[in-house]
């Protein structure tokens, strides 16, 4: 069996930590190098129900993308609900180690992940990554469908391609448009609508979508019917499919090294929304008299 070091080694080559953004808090959280790794378990969130989950299953190092810490702290008190994450994972032996913008980054990285995930062919990178002699490095991908299909068709694939989630998909456009070219970004992505819309993707498929932004994009892009149209999914759905993928290169890893590694993705469903209520979008809003 490897140790916590070499599989930790294997996941820095796979996503070195000096591609992470640097305000980002990535690499390893807590564990001892010199243990034995048997299981990994890959997840978005280090939440309390995954370190339960990972301490379950007896892996030995739990994998995620979002960051334990992201703003720093002073304290690892266990009565503190991100205190009491690393408390359980110590005593029960199970590491930490986060990849969160350097797996954005990465050549394949999230944004890969989703665009399999929604049947798309990635073209390259939506913000190609200048230190990247190849090209293929960067923030989001630029994608093309196998054939053109409505705006409303491919929402409704996205829907049912990743995981379900109280928020669904949103569009912002004409359900009924055809769309050739899609943008993905895995995670928060409005930041890369102008961007989109520079590199020609009829459709831009990303999270978090805010409504300034997304307000200002369609003002501006009526000179091009509205192009492009946005799907709003929820921010945990666009970035789940990188695990599978993450945890398919580390068995590719274990096999070359003979070490028998056993990889588990959690499929706990950690995205914050539980519930949606309201009216159907094409409905008169409610209005209310204003009193004399």
Not at 81 to 109: C, E, M, Q, S, W
Request: hydrophobic fraction near 40%; charge should be negative.
């Amino acid at each position: 069996m490897p140790a916590l070091s070499d599989v930790i080694a294997a996941l820095d080559a796979l996503w070195p930590a000096d591609r992470a953004e640097d305000w980002d808090a990535v690499g390893t959280v807590c564990g001892d190098p010199d243990a034995e790794v048997t299981r990994v378990l890959f997840a978005v969130d280090p939440v309390q129900e995954v370190a339960d989950e990972a301490v379950r299953i007896g892996a030995g190092l739990l994998v995620t993308h979002h960051p334990l810490y992201l703003r720093g702290t002073s304290t690892v008190s266990a009565g503190t609900h991100k205190g009491r994450v690393v408390h359980d994972l110590i005593k029960n032996d199970v590491a930490l180690h986060v990849a969160h913008t350097n797996a954005d980054r990465a050549d394949p990285g999230v944004s890969d992940a989703l665009a399999g995930a929604l049947g798309l062919r990635v073209t390259g990178p939506l913000v190609p990554d200048e230190t990247d002699a190849d090209g293929r490095r960067g923030l989001g991908r630029l994608c093309e469908l196998d054939a053109p299909m409505s705006l409303a068709a491919f929402a409704d694939r996205a829907a049912q391609s990743l995981p379900g989630t109280a928020a669904g998909i949103r569009i912002a456009g004409d359900p009924e448009a055809e769309v050739r070219t899609v943008a993905v970004c895995g995670g928060s992505g409005d930041s890369l609508i102008e961007t989109a819309g520079r590199a020609g993707a009829d459709a831009f498929l990303t999270a978090d979508l805010r409504h300034h932004p997304v307000s200002e994009a369609q003002q501006k892009s009526r000179a091009s019917e509205g192009r492009p149209f946005l799907l709003d999914a929820a921010h945990w759905a666009t970035e789940w499919p990188w695990c599978e993928q993450a945890a398919a290169q580390l068995d590719q890893i274990s096999d070359r090294h003979g070490w028998g590694l056993r990889t588990h993705v959690s499929r706990i469903l950690t995205d914050p929304w539980t519930y949606r209520s309201g009216t159907p979008a094409n409905s008169a809003p409610h209005t209310q008299e204003q009193p004399a």
